[in-house]
């Protein structure tokens, strides 16, 4: 055959469809990560099956981790056995059924250590790495769930106490370095009808989104509207799980205080402020005000500010004689 006809060969070969595999065994048991817990166990027995689904909604899982404990029976029998993972299986796993078709996307062969993992990624972007007792396999889709896990011998002539061995799995999830924020600002005066500013960390964000992916640790959360004011709240955020922080926007008056000074009296729009309120905050609304000093009924100041929404406002009387000299 000439190499013009061999690469054709290749190329058809290449186009061929890739064919599910036979699998069959005892189905253990199925172990189904739904939370962010690893699962229960379940013995995996020479020539048994496994299977291992994935149900958990969670974005920072970026893949799952099949921990294989080892017995020493099992570890005395040393490249004897080998683990394989099958993908796309059909039908759904199901105690009671014991023949399914797959397709093989790795194989282990069993190392003699007591605990050994297999994590699995589901795209390529992930950030797992290879452990001395670990191994990570190419990226898979979640879509590919289940899994179906056998261990099978690899050599022939096992004795009897060989054929009785097995190893315990359970599955957990691998998280990226990231957590989540959700903000959840709730609006019962329309205040939101007004530009919202929201600030994580001193940087201004996007709002509304679902969530926001932040490192572990202390943030600075900053939310400021018009109407509303400001209002800063401090949060941690952990590793894999979200923080949730739930506002109630309400309108935000501007608050005074009139510091007390002897023989001196305070007027806001015109309306002198008793001794009594003196030194603690007041309520007005926000905009333009006209605030008076009257000092020992002789001496009258008059000046107009503008008080917005939230702040608080001191108003003192700071009398300086300043003299100059060329």
Not at 36 to 59: C, I, M, R, W
Not at 103 to 118: A, K, V
């Amino acid at each position: 055959m000439n190499k013009t006809a061999a690469l054709i060969n290749l190329f058809l070969l290449s186009l061929l469809p890739l064919f599910s595999e036979n699998i069959v065994g005892t189905m253990r048991g199925q172990l189904i990560l739904e939370n962010g817990h690893e699962t229960s166990q379940v013995e995996l027995k020479l020539e048994d099956l496994a299977s291992a689904d994935y149900l958990f909604d969670n974005p920072f899982v970026q893949g799952v981790e099949l921990v294989f404990s080892i017995p020493e029976n099992t570890r005395n029998f040393r490249n004897s056995f080998a683990l394989y993972l099958y993908r796309e299986i059909q039908p759904e796993p199901d105690t009671s059924i014991s023949h399914y078709r797959g397709s093989q996307f790795f194989m282990q062969i069993l190392p003699y250590t007591s605990e050994f993992s297999l994590k699995i990624p589901f795209d390529s972007s992930h950030t797992l790495r290879k452990e001395a007792d670990s191994v990570v396999t190419a990226p898979i889709g979640k879509d590919d769930f289940p899994l179906v896990i056998t261990m099978l011998p690899i050599s022939k002539g096992l004795p009897p106490q060989g054929k009785n061995a097995s190893v315990t799995m359970t599955v957990r999830p691998l998280y990226s370095e990231k957590g989540g924020l959700r903000l959840i600002i709730d609006d019962e005066e329309g205040l939101l009808e007004e530009e919202t500013a929201v600030m994580i960390d001193d940087s201004e964000v996007e709002w509304p989104q679902d969530y926001y992916s932040l490192d572990p640790g202390f943030h600075r959360v900053v939310i400021n509207n018009p109407q509303g004011g400001t209002r800063e709240f401090n949060i941690a955020v952990e590793q894999g799980k979200f923080t949730e922080v739930r506002h109630t926007m309400q309108r935000a008056l501007p608050r005074v205080i009139f510091s007390p000074e002897e023989g001196v009296s305070y007027y806001l729009d015109g309306e002198e402020i008793p001794r009594a309120d003196q030194g603690r905050p007041l309520d007005c609304e926000p905009g333009r005000h006209t605030v008076s000093v009257r000092l020992n009924d002789q001496i009258t100041l008059s000046e107009e500010y503008t008080f917005s929404p939230g702040e608080n406002v001191t108003i003192s009387l700071d009398l300086q004689i300043l003299l100059e000299k060329d």
